[in-house]
């Protein structure tokens, strides 16, 4: 497993100092089901804007 998760998503709940990730887990899907051809077929459903 990776040690350090960067995000540079400032407004994430989940953003911290050094754009690292704070979240427990990541959340990351394809669009195209259970497969990516490229990085523009995925999203990480981590994201929850700051504040919410």
Do not use: R
């Amino acid at each position: 497993m990776a040690q350090d998760v960067l995000c540079e998503v400032n407004n994430c709940t989940y953003w911290a100092k050094g754009n690292k990730c704070s979240a427990e887990q990541i959340y990351v899907v394809s669009h195209k089901g259970k497969t990516a051809d490229n990085i523009q077929e995925t999203d990480c459903k981590t994201f929850e804007p700051e504040g919410m």
